[in-house]
């Protein structure tokens, strides 16, 4: 496609509930990345995917956060029984190959987390 | 560890008003410097990546420069739609691998 894109835009979830949110990269792209941003902050690293491995997850804050991409091409994070500090907006990124120096990242619009 | 930091947090400019944005880090290794800009309800969008000190880019009224140990984005003769915030991040060697670790902005309001 021209750009990443990411579903739902906007998710409103009752504390406990289970949340899925999807990533489609730039088409050819190898890595993969997830940030949590917060309000008025930078993002913060989640995990990163090259191809479908995963290859750093050190930055997901609980064992309720689980992301996947089994094709190496569309991604999922999961967030399992959601909690009011989950409330963030999630950015996922493509780039065509980390390990390029200077490779930049493209990002996708992020979707809204709102847990009431 | 790891860290950039950016200043100001918010800046407020008169159209026309040329300034400077700073971006200072502490990284073992850097591969590559980059800025973004990201509007409200949006994704972060890519403007420059400096790879090493001494290195400048330059995009319309924007011009960034890298050194040792900081980066500055020159805006020259801003307009209101320049309005944003500035973000900056850094690919720096984790683990076997690089991630990219982002400053918390700077957001710029450009009056008319």
């Known amino acids: 496609g021209a750009g990443v894109s990411q579903s739902p835009r906007y998710k409103v979830a009752k504390r406990g509930q289970d949340v899925a949110l999807r990533c489609d990269p730039i088409?050819?792209?190898?890595?993969l990345f997830w940030y949590q941003q917060a309000l008025g902050q930078g993002p913060e690293f989640l995990t990163y995917?090259?191809?479908?491995?995963?290859?750093?997850k050190s930055g997901l804050p609980s064992d309720r956060f689980f992301a996947e991409r089994p094709e190496g091409s569309v991604s999922t994070l999961k967030i399992q029984r959601t909690q009011q500090e989950d409330s963030a907006v999630y950015l996922c990124a493509s780039s065509l190959q980390l390990r390029l120096a200077g490779d930049e990242q493209f990002f996708g619009p992020g979707t809204r987390l709102t847990v009431l | 560890e790891d860290q950039v930091t950016q200043s100001p947090e918010a800046l407020r400019l008169q159209e026309g008003e040329s300034s400077s944005l700073n971006c200072s880090y502490t990284v073992s290794g850097l591969r590559g410097l980059f800025w973004y800009r990201q509007d409200p309800g949006k994704g972060p969008e890519f403007l420059f990546t400096l790879y090493s000190a001494g290195e400048e880019k330059e995009k319309e009224r924007l011009k960034a420069t890298l050194t040792k140990k900081e980066s500055f984005l020159h805006i020259t003769a801003p307009k209101p739609e320049d309005s944003a915030t500035y973000l900056c991040?850094?690919?720096?060697?984790?683990?076997?691998?690089?991630?990219?670790?982002f400053g918390t902005g700077t957001r710029l309001k450009v009056l008319a």
């Open positions: 995917f090259q191809n479908e491995a995963q290859l750093d």
């Open positions: 088409s050819g792209h190898v890595s």
């Open positions: 991040a850094v690919q720096a060697p984790t683990s076997g691998t690089y991630k990219y670790i």
